[in-house]
């Protein structure tokens, strides 16, 4: 145990590492992509405290990251560079209120219900964004002057961007480990297991999830607003059921119940996106990418119970001559 | 509002309250009694609309064509691809964790989407509807309503009348309503639940892929048409209450209305009418307006 423990500490630190290092040898596209990624795996992640941990699969993860981006193009002046200091709050706070307000209603819910009621809930600002004035319309807005803090953080430049994005990713990994570490994530964990046992056992689960839920949103917000800042670009789709689908499909990906789950997943699904989509290793072909996509996944599901995460685990119980115990399940 | 407009949209409303009733119909099946969360259910519906494309030319080349043998065709085929894929695809799936089978039906959509367009093209196409047909009703002085939608209408109506019987009548409908009330008590009776699987996501598979055939020549068929009416038939089927028939009709009226008199009363609040229609709903009644088990 105490083996696997520090193994997989040494494996996030290493990723972690290798993603400080990689703008010194990237190139300027590499850098914006692997940004792009490590924003997904942020909101994956945020994602993850619901589903993977919490056991609340939430369908409208899109929502609460879009309103952190839209917030982020609205507040800035459009002729200077915003503050950071507070742009940044603004967004994480709208998202986590708009959150709050859909978790006491949505968590009356259960199940596949609750699915669909936060699915409604992501459409209603979906169309709000997408159909009225405020958000300007189907077209999106544009971020002219990317925030800054003072002379010391100046967003436009795409390695400060880079750097700043990464030093999210660290924490927002941190934060919620230690978060579900905690008496917090105990609770919600049990919530998971069995709810039933844990209100028997004095725990009104319902504040918990209400706090897990306003949480998250706020994580998702805080992707949208570095998504925001670095396409300087909003649009409807970040609020389209779409995204949250997609995410639901990283964590899953990835391996649900493991924080580094999400991120594994974020990465293996954008690389898989780009790699079935490269015409110089595809030519022709490329544009048919969904299809070599969506053969991975289903060769994933098939081959992997636990997702990536899982993937050591099968390869060490092949080597060792003995099946794992998930994979004769597959093959029964 | 003019009576005749009216009436137009009332006969509108029907007429995509019925069409969605049944591709939710084989939603609510799969979901309600395999418990598996079908995601791939619109790419049934949109393959079934491709086929009623590409089948026709072909049809009539051996057979000297007939709309009629294209559906029956069509549906033939629908039912061995739901047989095959139950075999294939989710077979090994029941004991795992639900939002795997997620994941499964989510790559079977891009597989399928990439397949269509591999195969038939990225194209919009139009499907004629059969010459007897395609003649209008006059309705009132200046209206009139295309005779081709009434036998939509009509078919669907005819087919939720038949899965109604089948359901309350007959011995496979009894044991399909056990198998979603209770599955190892079902199994402990003897029954094989395994084939009953594969039966049922046939048929879901059918009617999804019918329901896709009859609506091509007025919808047009289109990539992508999919997955515009597979989020909407879950709002049907949560709102119906997961695994009732009598729900998911209902709610596909329902949905039916709410969503063409909005275009018509309130076109700028259109597209989220039906979105506040199902919050509503499941706030007020969390497991839907019907609850089976």
């Known amino acids: 145990m105490d083996k696997l423990f520090t193994g997989k500490f040494l494996f996030t630190g290493l990723v972690f590492a290798g993603l400080a290092l990689y703008p010194f040898i990237g190139s300027s596209y590499g850098l914006d992509l692997v940004s792009k990624i490590m924003i997904y795996a942020i909101l994956a992640m945020s994602l993850e405290l619901l589903v993977g941990s919490t056991g609340l699969v939430c369908f409208g993860q899109a929502a609460f990251f879009g309103i952190g981006a839209y917030i982020a193009v609205l507040f800035s002046p459009e002729s200077e560079s915003a503050n950071l200091l507070w742009l940044l709050p603004a967004s994480i706070l709208a998202a986590a209120v708009y959150a709050l307000f859909v978790g006491a209603l949505s968590l009356r819910t259960k199940g596949v219900y609750f699915i669909m009621v936060t699915l409604a809930f992501a459409q209603m600002a979906y169309y709000v964004v997408h159909d009225t004035k405020l958000g300007g319309g189907t077209d999106g807005i544009y971020l002219y002057f990317k925030p800054i803090l003072g002379s010391v953080l100046d967003l436009n430049n795409p390695k400060t961007l880079y750097f700043f994005t990464w030093v999210f990713l660290v924490w927002t990994f941190v934060f919620l480990a230690m978060l579900l570490r905690s008496h917090f994530g105990r609770v919600l964990a049990g919530i998971r297991i069995n709810e039933q046992r844990m209100r028997a056992s004095g725990f009104s689960t319902y504040p918990y999830k209400l706090a897990a839920f306003t949480t998250s949103g706020g994580i998702a917000g805080l992707a949208g607003f570095l998504f925001a800042v670095k396409d300087g670009f909003v649009n409807p789709e970040m609020m389209s059921w779409h995204l949250s689908g997609a995410l639901l499909i990283m964590i899953i990906l990835g391996g649900l119940g493991h924080l580094r789950g999400a991120i594994i997943g974020a990465f293996a699904f954008v690389f898989l996106q780009e790699f079935f989509k490269s015409s110089a290793i595809f030519g022709e072909f490329a544009k048919h990418w969904q299809l070599g996509l969506g053969f991975t996944i289903i060769a994933c599901v098939a081959l992997l119970p636990k997702g990536l995460v899982g993937l050591p685990e099968v390869l060490r119980k092949r080597l060792d001559g003995s099946r794992p115990r998930d994979a004769q399940v597959v093959l029964k | ?293």
């Open chain 2, 1 to 293: 509002m003019d009576f005749s407009i009216f009436l137009i949209q009332c006969l509108n409303s029907l007429q995509y309250g019925l069409l969605l009733f049944l591709v939710a119909m084989g939603l609510t099946l799969i979901f309600g009694i395999m418990g598996v969360i079908n995601l791939a259910h619109g790419s049934f519906y949109m393959i079934g609309a491709y086929m009623a494309y590409a089948l026709s030319p072909i049809v009539a080349s051996t057979f000297g064509g007939g709309f009629f043998s294209v559906l029956v065709i069509g549906l033939v085929l629908a039912v061995i691809l739901g047989y095959f894929l139950e075999w294939a695809f989710f077979s090994f799936l029941y004991e795992r964790d639900h939002l795997q089978q997620v994941l499964m039906t989510y790559g079977l959509i891009l597989v399928f989407e990439e397949l269509r367009s591999l195969l038939v093209g990225d194209d919009v196409h139009g499907v004629q509807a059969p010459d007897f047909l395609a003649g209008v009703i006059p309705l009132g002085d200046l209206m009139t309503y295309p005779v081709y939608r009434l036998f939509i209408s009509a078919i669907c109506l005819l087919l939720a009348l038949g899965m109604y019987y089948i359901f309350t009548r007959t011995r496979l409908g009894m044991m399909i309503r056990a198998g979603s009330t209770n599955r190892e008590m079902v199994q402990s009776l003897g029954i094989d639940i395994k084939l009953l699987y594969r039966i049922v996501f046939a048929a879901g598979v059918a009617l999804a892929a019918f329901a896709g055939m009859i609506s091509a020549p007025v919808s047009t068929v289109y990539p992508g048409m999919g997955n515009q009416v597979l989020i909407i038939c879950f709002v049907v089927v949560v709102i119906g209450g997961i695994g009732s028939i009598r729900g998911a009709f209902l709610a596909a009226m329902l949905i039916g209305f709410v969503d063409t008199f909005g275009k018509v009363l309130l076109p700028e609040a259109a597209g989220v009418l039906v979105y506040v229609l199902m919050a509503l709903i499941l706030l007020w009644k969390p497991d839907g307006l019907f609850k089976t088990s």
